[in-house]
Every structure is written in C-alpha cells, then in structure tokens.
C-alpha cells in the first residue's frame, strides 16, 4: 500500500469529506417495519458503530509504522461514531464484498470511496465525499500505447479489480480489449502495477487521484492519458455507503 496521508486527496476532497460527517448520521428510520426502530439507537445499544473498509488509498490505507487504518473515510467515521457515542469497530471487507456485507447488516456503514454507480445506487444510499476518475498504467517503453484509444483496440489486456465500481467502467468502455479482473493483494481498488512491470497484462487501471503518487513510485511506467491526474476518465461521485433509507442528506 502507498505510503500517503489524508492529504492526497487534496483541500477541496478533505473539506467535502470532512463536512460530510455532519451528514453521515443524520440517520433516519429504516423504511421497512420489520427492520423499524432508531438506527442510532441501535448502533448505541450495540455499543460500537461497526464499520465495513475497502482499503484504497488516500480514502483509507494502512499507516505504514503503525499498521493502523487511516484517511479521509476513516476520518469520518470516527467523527461520526464520537457524535453518536460509541467506538468506531472496522472490519476490513474486499471491493468485491462491500455492499454485499453491508446488505448483509454485517456492518453498519461501508467506509470507502465507493462509485456512486446507478446498480449500487437502488441498494444503498450515499454520502457523497467527493469525486473520482480512473487512468491507466502502461509500461514506458510500450510504443503501441500512448492514448485511450489505443487501449480500446482488440489485443489489448487490460487489468482491474474484481468487484470494483471502475470493473464496470473499464468492461462498457474497453470492450474489445481483454478485461483480465482480479482481487487486489493490497486491497486497493486499482490493479497492480506488478501485472504491467511483469508484462502479464498491457494496462492496469487504477484511480486517478493516485497518478502522481505511482509514478514516482514506478518510473519504469506511464500514465494514459498522461493528463489523468487533472483530467481523469469517467469522473463520477464517490461516496461513503449506509442502508438504503438510512440516511437524510442535508440541503
């Protein structure tokens, strides 16, 4: 996992991020009378907001000396459990598990920067917290692949992770290329650059706020587009995920 603080996501993400709290648990009652009663209610009498986090940084990832989850969601969640008046309990969930669990009641909010996409949208409701858009890692010295519109040609692997909202832009989008999808050993929502470095796949995707952070780090690799980090693909809200019907968002 990158070693990146909170700060990554920059003062205009961490300021909508941070306001969100205010929002997060304004919770309402749930719709339906069999689930019914207070969600905060029954968040105090469990004594401890439980979370679900799918690691992806800067939002949430794994402070490097302590081993400890931070970031931006994580943030929140602490302020929004302190509002309550309990502990906030993370359990660390895959991309390709975090609605389900929270379908599950497994947990109480899904901590992560979640595509706001229109299937997750009719099961669970959001806080927004900001926005996010993918790009591509593709090794420096591959000739054949300086744009967009090369990685859409027929012959072209292409990796991302399993369960991910990007899984489904980079399928609708890229559909001639080969879409290899795979579990993320950091637990991150991008691809692992090693598929690029080791040549197993052409391009890995991955989110664009990290452009600047992998390329520093892999500078045997380049970015498509090359603007990605100002200018990145499919830019879409992200938000952190509660029961459907829990949550009344402020005006």
């Known amino acids: 996992m990158l070693g990146m ?19 997060l648990f304004l919770l309402g009652r749930r719709a339906s009378a069999e689930e019914g009663g207070d969600t905060v209610a029954k968040i105090k009498a469990a004594g401890k907001l439980r979370a679900g986090v799918a690691a992806s940084a800067p939002y ?25 008046g309990v502990p906030l309990a993370v359990s660390e969930v895959g991309w390709d598990t975090i609605i389900a669990g929270l379908q599950a009641d497994q947990y109480d909010v899904a901590l992560a920067a979640l595509f706001e996409t229109p299937a997750r949208q009719k099961v669970v409701d959001f806080v927004t917290i900001g926005q996010e858009g993918i790009a591509f890692l593709v090794r420096a010295d591959n000739s054949k ?69 992998y390329l520093k780090r892999f500078p045997g690799l380049k970015a498509v587009p090359a603007d990605a980090f100002t200018n990145p693909l499919f830019p879409t809200p992200v938000g952190i995920a509660v029961h459907k019907g829990d949550a009344q968002f402020a005006a």
């Open 60 to 84: 949430a990832f794994k402070d490097f000396k302590t081993g400890e989850l931070i970031g931006t969601v994580i943030e929140v969640g602490k302020a929004a459990a302190k509002k309550i």
């Open 145 to 213: 692949i300086n744009s967009v519109d090369d990685l859409k040609a027929s012959g072209v692997t292409i990796a991302t992770v399993t369960g991910s909202g990007s899984e489904q832009m980079v399928k609708q989008n890229f559909a001639s290329a080969t879409i290899k999808s795979l579990i993320s050993p950091t637990g991150g929502s991008g691809a692992p650059p090693e598929e690029v470095i080791s040549g197993r796949v052409d391009a890995a995707q991955f989110d664009a706020t990290l452009t600047l952070a």
């Open 5 to 23: 603080n909170a700060g990554g996501i920059g003062r205009r993400g961490f300021l909508r991020a941070t306001s969100a709290t205010a929002a």
